[in-house]
């Protein structure tokens, strides 16, 4: 059975640093992108990111680019969302989603990341 | 930078038909965009439905279908429910690994 397991929910100071994670099983982690998708509360879906575990390639939303780093450890069959300096605006849920056929296929329970002094 | 639109707001009788539509701010939405749409209620992670513009995604019921229609995509539910009471997003993939979510559509079934 596929799943993705995320890191539990995060409470955060302004300024700080953040590494949030996602471990695939039960499917050979090389073979598919993991995706970040960010849900701000009471807001839509948006699209942050994508990482091929197999080799590192990793591309960005113009939104997110340099505002966040997604990287993986396919020894671990684990993905990665870090800040290096959150803000409160950075408070939401963050999806890891797997792509299949250039869509979602399987989605991570969500992380719950609050950003607060 | 690319808009993906979809109607805020739907509403549709229990038993009754309704199409959600996702477009592009500028632009047809074609096959390879590789729509695909996914259904969320409060408080749970996202479900996918369609994907590949009309693929139904493992137990997804029959009456849930994706097309083109026009220059959109389109999520029609044949005969809605009750619980078909949730968000709807589409995902339009823009080439070069860049995948955009729309908005989103709030369905009311009542």
């Known amino acids: 059975e596929v799943q993705l397991v995320q890191s539990g929910a995060e409470v955060k100071k302004p300024g700080e640093s953040l590494k949030i994670s996602c471990k695939g099983s039960?499917?050979?982690?090389?073979?598919?992108?993991i995706g970040w998708v960010r849900q701000m509360p009471g807001k839509g879906l948006e699209w942050m990111g994508i990482?091929?575990?197999?080799?590192?390639?990793?591309r960005y939303s113009p939104s997110f680019q340099g505002q966040v780093t997604i990287s993986a450890d396919k020894s671990i069959s684990t993905a990665y969302l870090q800040w290096s300096s959150l803000k409160a605006s950075d408070s939401a849920i963050y999806y890891c989603?797997?792509?299949?056929?250039?869509?979602?296929?399987?989605w991570g329970q969500g992380t719950l990341v609050t950003v607060s002094s | 930078q690319t808009v993906v639109t979809q109607e805020p707001s739907f509403s549709v009788s229990p038993g009754g038909t309704v199409t959600l539509t996702c477009g592009l701010s500028s632009g047809s939405v074609s096959t390879s965009n590789y729509p695909s749409w996914y259904q969320q209620t409060p408080g749970q992670a996202p479900r996918t439905l369609i994907y590949?513009?009309?693929t139904r995604s493992s137990g997804v019921p029959d009456r849930f279908s994706g097309s083109i229609l026009g220059n959109k995509a389109a999520l029609t539910i044949t005969g809605a429910q009750a619980d078909d009471e949730s968000d709807y997003y589409c995902v339009l993939y823009m080439g070069r690994g860049i995948s955009v979510f729309g908005g989103g559509t709030k369905l009311t079934v009542l």
């Open positions: 590949s513009t009309s």
């Open positions: 039960g499917y050979s982690f090389t073979n598919n992108w």
């Open positions: 990482i091929n575990p197999g080799d590192s390639d990793t």
């Open positions: 989603v797997r792509r299949q056929y250039l869509a979602f296929d399987f």
